[in-house]
């Protein structure tokens, strides 16, 4: 099927001339004369290439380029200034376009980038179909936000473009699964995804992990071992936490980037090595050059292709679609039967701030499915996230708390001069007393329900709760 190109120009001549040059090459193509015609286009067809004029008499190159995205995100739009357009005008279009082109055009030029604008579409929309509801789970990456529709289009530029990419974000935005994406979409599917990461390893090591050493390269290297990038010949390396790097690996690291190949540690020999690099960082690597514990050098290397997470409290409007999926996945992983969601939650979810971003959100969705016996995920399922104004994200958090509240209290109690040997008593009756209140407001106080959520047996239950005077 031949790819659909919209040209849209106010010049009639220039129209009809780079629609001639890309019939002649084997495209179709539509043509637009303002902004108005080059929507209706968008709307009404389904093209894989745009040619926008960023002066388009009626419009705002800057808004249709808004406009357009919102009807397509999938197709490649290639803008076209003239001399004369101011240069904020074409740097804020550059950064939503996949290239550009200036007049007078050369139809080299134009043959070219159209041609590599048309592969970028058809693999974000492979990358979209991988995404699709009904596609295989592995590696489903979701959010209609438009920050997220500009990191399926990266992805599709750098899944085609073998090009060595840095994936920016917090912790837990993703930057793992778009490294998955881009391999998976690449030319190296079928060979090796090695993931290294840089911050989990001792310095000592992390040498001869990425470059292999020879025989009695040092003390215990007994015997020659390969190391991460011959494992991952003519495949994708992963290099999670690059800002970890010590600053004496980054030195051998720019020279695979730049000589690809690797001298493994001890040797003299070095090995031609054909891998693409991916790496990923959750921090600023300006501030780490500027206090020079990151090569400058290497930062150039590794940024060809930026692509950048947003935290997830930028685009809140990703939410109720991961938690879609995460519940659907978790539902089919854990063989639950089919479950709601309450629209309280979700918008209470929506609200939250998420300060550990999709992971958290993944969390707490397996946490909220456990705790839930009904058919419906509510609000309290989710505690403590949505009850307190600070979220405890870590479990460890609520044990330091209970742990230094009781510290408190049994410091108190020894100190007191209260008779000895009430102590477990006394523990015990804090912590049973509002378990067992809270369970039987959840269970508008049936006892046998009760019993059942917590695991007890219903004669003791009934004891301990005349015991605390819960019921008479
Ligand atoms: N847009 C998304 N759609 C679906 N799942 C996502 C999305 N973003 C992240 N995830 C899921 O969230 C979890 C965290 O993602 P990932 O491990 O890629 O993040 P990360 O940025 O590498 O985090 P960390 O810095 O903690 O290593 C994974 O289970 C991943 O599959
Ligand atoms: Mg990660």
Request: aromatic share 6%; with cysteine; net charge negative.
């Amino acid at each position: 099927m031949s790819n659909l190109v919209l040209i849209a120009d106010d010049d009639d001549s220039l129209r009809h001339i780079l629609a001639a040059a890309l019939e002649r090459a084997g495209y179709e193509t539509l043509k637009a004369r303002n902004g108005a015609e080059t929507l209706a286009c968008v709307k009404e067809t389904n093209v894989d290439v745009i040619l926008l004029d960023i002066w388009l008499g009626d419009a705002n190159g800057l808004e249709l380029i808004e406009d357009i995205q919102q009807h397509n995100s999938t197709a490649s739009i290639i803008i076209i200034t003239a001399h004369g357009t101011t240069q904020t005008a074409i740097d804020a279009a550059k950064q939503r376009a996949y290239g550009y082109l200036t007049k007078p055009i050369d139809q080299k030029q134009l043959l070219d980038l159209v041609s590599r604008a048309a592969s970028a579409t058809s693999q974000t929309k492979n990358i979209k179909a991988a995404a699709s509801p009904e596609f295989d789970r592995h590696g489903k990456m979701v959010g209609q936000s438009s920050a997220m529709q500009d990191v399926y289009h990266k992805i599709g530029r750098a899944a085609v473009s073998d090009e060595t990419v840095l994936v920016f974000g917090e912790s837990g935005t993703g930057k793992e699964l778009v490294a998955q994406l881009i391999h998976q979409n690449s030319g190296r599917v079928h060979n090796p995804f090695v993931v290294v990461d840089c911050g989990a390893m001792p310095s000592s090591l992390i040498e001869s992990a990425l470059f292999g050493h020879v025989k009695g390269a040092y003390t215990d290297a007994h015997s020659p071992r390969k190391g991460k990038f011959q494992q991952a010949d003519s495949g994708t390396i992963f290099l999670d936490e690059i800002g970890e790097l010590p600053i004496e690996v980054q030195m051998k690291l720019l020279r695979v980037l730049q000589e690809r190949e690797v001298e493994p540690m001890g040797g003299t020999e070095t090995h031609a090595v054909d891998v693409r690099i991916i790496a990923a960082t959750n921090r600023r690597l300006e501030t780490a050059i500027a206090q020079k514990t990151f090569r400058e050098d290497l930062y150039y290397r590794l940024n060809v292709i930026p692509i950048s997470l947003p935290p997830l409290h930028e685009r809140k409007e990703d939410i109720p679609e991961l938690i879609d999926l995460f519940t659907s996945q978790f539902v089919e992983e854990y063989q639950l039967p089919e479950i709601g969601i309450s629209t309280e939650v979700v918008k209470q979810l929506t609200a939250y701030d998420w300060p550990g971003n999709v992971r958290e959100l993944e969390n707490a969705i397996k946490r909220a499915l456990v705790m839930c016996s009904g058919q419906m995920l509510l609000p309290e399922h989710f505690d403590p996230i949505l009850e307190k104004s600070t979220p405890i994200s870590e479990p460890g958090q609520l044990d330091t708390k209970v742990y230094a509240i009781l510290k408190a209290h049994i410091e108190r109690y020894i100190e007191s001069e209260a008779p000895p040997g009430e102590l477990y008593a006394e523990i015990r009756e804090i912590f049973e007393k509002p378990l067992f209140k809270i369970v039987l407001e959840h269970t508008n106080g049936n006892r046998s329900k009760a019993s059942d959520i917590l695991g007890i047996n219903r004669n003791t239950l009934h004891t301990k709760l005349v015991e605390y005077k819960l019921v008479s």
